[in-house]
């Protein structure tokens, strides 16, 4: 396969990742009509744990690879704390404000990556302070009312994104030479737990209605973590990290219009202004990314 070929497969592959992803938000706000919070998250964690464990026998088979698994154990156990506070806070978040807002917030992790790698002596190039800088606007529009305050689960949802945003730094970090899929399996397992646990103190884990929410769990749990994730391996293979970062953030778009059409979610003239600014946001901080990518290698 030529690598032209390679790349819009890999395209494709992170598209249909983007989609999935998107449509995440209306499942798992379907999924806690019947379940806690905590309940849910468990639940739909350890069954993509599970999922994934003949995903990565068959990828050794197909594409064997040489990793470096020596530290994947530990690795995991971190990833996974990580990975259960971004979450459970963005489906705790969830239960205060929509599915096509808590996609745009959460979102934010591509302008706060760089800047909190800043701290730890990471380059930021000018378009990704901009981006920054015109992020937070977007969200101001999005999520501030008058009075000048947050609601709440757009807070705890910002929370989740800052989350999700050291989970990224750590894995860039740690995991280029262990095997991704390997350690999504051991952070998942990890994650459920620790959210299994939580909910075994703060929810009725045993008196909920698991057939109620069957078909969100299954939706969450196979086809999110086991086929999106898979997929996204597959098209990080071929495509370059911040043209794939920039397709995935299209799960935002993708969640908006979902939650319009599924749930009848609606968003004022102001939220819709403040989508498209930080999804501009967003494309910016990316391509930022893109020509400092460049600049290193040449």
């Known amino acids: ?87 459970s806070t963005q489906q705790y978040g969830l239960q205060y404000t929509t599915a096509g807002k808590s996609a745009f917030i959460t979102a934010l992790y591509i302008l706060f990556v760089p800047l909190i790698g800043r701290m730890f002596n990471k380059p930021v190039g000018s378009l990704q302070w901009i981006g920054a800088i015109i992020g937070t606007i977007g969200l101001y529009l999005l999520s501030i009312q008058s009075g000048f305050h947050m609601q709440f689960g757009d807070l705890i949802t910002v929370v989740s ?40 103190f703060v929810e009725d884990v045993w008196g909920s209605n698991y057939i109620a929410s069957i078909w969100p769990i299954l939706f969450s749990g196979v086809v999110v973590v ?19 970062s920039l397709i995935m953030s299209f799960e935002a778009v993708v969640a908006v219009i979902a939650g319009m ?29 893109e020509d400092e990518s460049i600049e290193l290698s040449d």
């Open 1 to 87: 396969m030529t690598m032209e070929k390679s790349r819009v497969r890999g395209e494709i592959f992170l598209s249909i990742t983007a989609i999935i992803w998107g449509l995440s938000f209306i499942s798992q706000k379907l999924g806690m009509n019947h379940l806690g919070p905590f309940t849910f998250s468990a639940t739909r964690l350890l069954l993509g744990s599970i999922v994934l464990v003949p995903v990565f026998l068959v990828l050794d088979r197909l594409m064997p690879e040489d990793y470096d698994n020596k530290h994947i154990l530990p690795l995991g156990l971190l990833f996974g704390t990580v990975l259960f506070f971004a979450i």
């Open 161 to 200: 994104s800052l989350f999700w945003s050291i989970h990224i730094l750590l894995i860039d970090h740690f995991a280029k030479r262990l095997d991704g899929v390997r350690l999504s399996a051991i952070q998942f397992f990890v994650a459920g737990l620790l959210n299994l646990i939580v909910a075994l």
């Open 226 to 244: 086991g086929v999106a994730y898979t997929f996204q391996i597959l098209g990080q293979r071929t495509v370059n990290p911040a043209t794939a």
């Open 261 to 289: 059409l599924l749930l009848n979610e609606t968003m004022s003239t102001r939220e819709l202004i403040g989508c498209a600014i930080m999804f501009g946001a967003i494309i910016l901080s990316q391509q930022g990314a």
